[in-house]
């Protein structure tokens, strides 16, 4: 049913005027009608509108100035031409200036076509102003030193910030892989006093260890085989900033007990050198994984472990936080549209609904890449569902039985079926109908259905 949207009519033919306004009525819309131009332009500036439908050519104002009137007082608005088949070239160039579509005024034009076109120009309207909230929320208070998130989880997330970066504290940041660890340290530093000092990054699980120690302390020339020259370590070159410790769990534990010490006098020496060298640097250590069981398993020095868990953050995986997701969305969107120079400026009700329920198990992580590639694929303004690749659709591992997950539809369920079957089979439809036990005609319009038929 119709909710409150406002229509205006303009048609100096008064049958097919009152035909579009008996059919706005049995659809619950609140139409009024007018006679020519000139009253629509007088209309529009006294009373907002959703939608305005006008036909081209009328005494006094045209459709066309109708039409610019319309999106001068309410940008929102969104105008649907009525036209003759001798002036279809004139809608079309009337669309370019903004207008959303048009009907064709004939015997034939039927309450349904209204009805199509009238439903397809308001949800678009409804779309454009659920993205454009989602940005406002984005540029406000939902979105700090690049993290974003409204959620209860990330308004804390978000205080503890503000609280600790001004101290020099150490910061032990825990959180699956992909929920944004990094992120929450670089706004720490960048948000307090040591903001105008060096951030450096140290991956300990990407260098063996012999390597992670002349990276964290620098060597001197000659002190290894290949070491050609002196080099300063990530110690030196964070000196008055920030030395985040990217997944120190994977740091062995004789290096540990290199770091404790360091953590304790703030001093070092390099590899191959006994020479002393003062350092004034903030740690920040980051972990996917839980830190005191590692400690209790004995792949964690006890000590170390309390000397960079003063200031614990801990990150929400992002299906814990799901009112983020169309936030995180919209910013990817963006993003990538500006990227691949491409003009993308929304995502569709249906697949932001099916964003916002999937099981997102890599995180902001996998978010980000999903959004990406919609990006690259779609050739509209709008990401649908079928800019997404098929595993969206699949069935989740916390189905019950063969396929049936608790509080889908049956329509989803369906939909879920006959995707992952389609998955299975390596998008050969012939395959999958069999399987399915359905003829391949009645496959290809349940993909129609779906809005995925020209991708799988």
Known sequence: ???????????????????ILETLGRLGYDAIGVVDGNQAREVLKKERYNLVITDIKMPGANGIDVLKTAMSVNAECKVILITGYGTIENAVEAMKE????????????????????????????????????????????????????KSPQMQR????????????????????????????????????????????????????????????????????TGAI??????????????????????????????????????????????HTIETDVRIIATSNRNLGSEVR?????????YRLNVIPIELPDLSQRREDIPLLAIHFMEKYAKLN???????????????????????????????ERAIVVSRTGTLNEADFPSQLFAVEENEIGEG????????EMEKSLILKTLQANNGNRTRA????GITTRTLRNKLHEYGLGSNH
Not at 404 to 411: L, R, V
């Open 1 to 19: 049913m119709a909710g409150n949207e406002k229509i205006l009519v303009a048609d100096d033919d008064s049958l097919m005027r009152e035909f």
């Open 98 to 149: 903004g207008a959303f579509d048009y009907l064709t005024k004939s015997e034939k034009t039927s309450p349904d076509e209204i009805e199509l076109v009238v439903k397809k120009a308001l949800n678009y309207q409804k779309l454009e102003t659920e993205n454009r909230l989602l940005r406002s929320e984005l540029s406000g208070r939902y979105a700090f030193s690049n993290m974003i998130g």
């Open 157 to 224: 997330i978000y205080d503890m910030v503000n609280t600790v970066a001004n101290s020099n504290a150490t910061v032990l940041i825990t959180g699956k892989s992909g929920t944004g660890k990094e992120l929450v340290a670089r706004a720490i530093h960048f948000n307090g006093g040591r903001k105008d000092g060096p951030f450096v990054k140290l991956n300990c699980a990407a260098l063996p260890d012999g390597l992670v120690e002349s990276e964290l302390f620098g060597h001197e020339k000659g002190a290894f």
């Open 229 to 274: 020259k002196t080099v300063k370590g990530r110690f030196e070159m964070a000196d008055s900033g920030t030395l985040l410790l990217d997944e120190i769990s994977e740091m062995s534990v004789s290096l540990q007990a290199k770091l404790l010490r360091v953590l304790q006098e703030q001093q070092f020496e390099r590899v191959g050198s006994g």
């Open 297 to 305: 398993k004995g792949k964690f020095r006890e000590d170390l472990y």
């Open 341 to 371: 120079d491409k003009n993308i400026t929304s995502i569709s009700e249906s697949s932001m609904k099916i964003l916002s329920e999937y099981n997102w198990h890599g995180n902001v992580r996998e978010l980000e890449n999903f959004i």
């Open 404 to 411: 049936i997950q608790a509080k889908a539809s049956i329509h």
């Open 433 to 436: 109908a069999k399987s399915l």
